[in-house]
């Protein structure tokens, strides 16, 4: 039986480098065995999760998220909740790619992306859900709340393609100082927090914005979330744990946040503030919010020996 795989593509990502590129992706899936067919994601909310849904029940073998992290997450969530998932390739084309950077794909070269799916292994994937009363998404890097962690989604589009990864730093910089902690309630797996918060992070891969020592022990596939707090506001200290972090990872030892490793996650604020909640980069909705671990859930191609390389490099 022939192999079926649908790329879905961002058409504005990586400063629109990658359409000119997806003739020689084409060939790669093609030789590799599949057929291969392409979809351009549109304007329309959540067009990359329609057609991962569509073409998950109509049962194609292989969905290719092509965009950035966005789009990734888009198609992770048209194809979670469905009970048969196909399995799942990933070409960076993004502005962080934080994702790509976890699984060892190579983010510079779109041809050499494709030729993971070939050459790479079939790995399993955590996958996170978050919901409430009204509302459940799901998320594979990154879950976390506050406002500071608004500056993902809050950046305008064409500041990240004029000026890529600076954009966000400049936008981080310009939202601290007026960033408050939130007096939140949140339980954790063996514990409970109740306090001021600055913001929290759920990571499932240890690549958070580009910083690779902020969760150093992050697995993608043991099931539990990374967890951490960040109890001050106070931008010195913010910057002095941002320093640790960036000083081989000897912030998850400091008083100043709480460092755990959770199945189940949960956070309510404890007064009228807001505390928006992003997920893989984009608006996740507002808390109160839970968090679960699907452990295993999807199957996706990496190549983690490239990623083991450049760790010992």
Excluded: C, W
Aim: proline share 5%; charged share 25%.
């Amino acid at each position: 039986m022939v192999k079926r795989a649908r790329i879905i593509y961002n058409p504005s990502s990586g400063r629109e480098t990658l359409k000119p590129k997806l003739v020689d992706i084409l060939n790669v899936l093609e030789n590799g065995g599949y057929e291969t067919s392409t979809f351009a994601t549109t304007p329309k909310p959540h067009s990359a999760r329609d057609e991962a849904t569509r073409v998950a029940k109509d049962g194609f073998d292989l969905v290719v998220a092509a965009g950035g992290d966005g789009t990734i997450n888009d198609v992770i969530n048209g194809i979670a909740p469905l009970e048969k998932r196909p399995k799942i390739g990933i070409i960076p084309a993004g502005t962080t790619n934080d994702f790509a950077r976890a699984l060892g794909i190579p983010r510079d070269d779109f041809v050499e992306a494709a030729k993971v799916m070939i050459d790479g292994k079939l790995t399993p994937m955590d996958v996170g859900k978050a919901y409430n009363d009204t509302e459940t998404e799901y998320f594979i890097n990154i879950a976390a709340g506050g406002r500071l962690t608004e500056l993902t989604y809050g950046v305008p589009a064409d500041l990240k393609t004029i000026f890529g990864y600076m954009a966000y730093m400049l936008k981080a910089v310009e939202m601290l100082p007026s960033s408050h902690p939130v007096e939140i309630n949140a339980k954790y797996d063996g514990g409970e927090y109740n306090g001021k918060a600055l913001m929290f992070f759920l990571a499932m891969t240890n690549s958070v914005g580009g910083l690779e020592q902020l969760v150093p022990d992050a697995s993608l596939n043991d099931g539990n979330f990374t967890m951490i707090i960040v109890k001050t506001g106070n931008v010195f200290e913010v910057l002095q744990l941002i320093t640790k972090a960036l000083n081989g990872g000897r912030h998850v030892d400091d008083n100043r946040i709480v460092y755990k490793k959770t199945k189940h996650f949960s956070v309510e604020p404890q007064d009228d503030t807001k505390m928006p909640i992003n997920l893989d980069g984009e608006f996740g909705g507002v808390a109160p919010m839970k968090f679960d671990n699907l452990k295993e859930h999807i199957q996706i191609f990496a190549n983690l020996n490239l990623k083991e390389k450049a760790d010992q490099e």
